[in-house]
């Protein structure tokens, strides 16, 4: 059983539409991090949410995380080619150096 | 660069052979990391180096995986004996100490066939 739940696995969306992406767990969590992963390079770090209810907005990327510190969601707006790759959420465990990543929703944005 | 730089990019090898990953942190970072990421997964945690002792390798698979770092800089993965299920990507990553933020290199792909 994984510890973090991505969904959906795959999307696939226009230029210029919405998409939301979703990081589910029932563990708690007091901090969750979102990378995003181009092919063929290493993931690289978007944003850490630490308090439950928290939004952070990163030019046209929000993340929030839930109130409970459980779940966490990455909206984009308005999504460009650009912003395909490979979405992950990560937490630490319970030894702060430790991450363990979800599956990763693979996002696609056609032109 | 200045970047985490990890050799080869690529490596292809026979099934029972011997491999080693090379991984050069950013200079500075006393924590390193290796991960490996399988197609369609996330990336799963091998051994964390603090300096130059192996910290944690709780997520080495078996014996046939070992990591060294003996000057507290760059790395190598050592993979014995592999086997088809090795193949997956090796992500190395480094930081300056094991609560700041993680950088990853590119990683090498391993093909077992």
């Known amino acids: 059983t994984q510890l973090l739940e991505q969904s959906p696995q795959f999307l696939s969306i226009q230029e210029g539409e919405n998409l939301t992406v979703y990081c589910n767990s029932s563990s708690v969590f007091s901090s969750l991090q979102w990378y995003r992963q181009e092919p063929g390079e290493g993931p690289v770090l978007l944003v850490t949410v630490v308090t439950g209810g928290e939004v952070k907005k990163l030019k046209r990327l929000t993340f929030q995380f839930g109130d409970a510190r459980k779940d966490s969601s990455l909206h984009i707006t308005a999504a460009q080619p650009g912003d395909t790759g490979l979405y992950l959420c990560?937490?630490?465990?319970?030894?702060?150096?430790?991450?363990?990543f979800g599956a990763g929703t693979t996002v696609t944005v056609r032109a | 660069g200045a970047g985490v730089s990890q050799t080869p990019s690529n490596k292809v090898t026979e099934k029972g052979k011997y491999v080693e990953l090379r991984c050069d942190p950013i200079s500075g970072h006393t924590a390193l990391y290796w991960y490996r990421q399988s197609l369609g997964q996330g990336p799963e945690f091998l051994i964390y180096f603090q300096g130059t002792g192996a910290a944690d390798d709780s997520g080495l698979p078996n014996d046939r995986f070992f990591a060294v770092r003996p000057e507290g800089s760059v790395s190598t993965l050592k993979i014995q004996r592999t086997e088809r299920g090795d193949s997956a990507v090796y992500l190395c990553?480094?930081?300056?100490?094991?609560?700041?933020?993680?950088?990853f290199g590119n990683g090498t792909r391993l093909t077992v066939t």
């Open positions: 990560a937490v630490h465990g319970a030894n702060d150096y430790k991450l363990s």
């Open positions: 990553a480094s930081s300056w100490d094991s609560y700041s933020p993680l950088h």
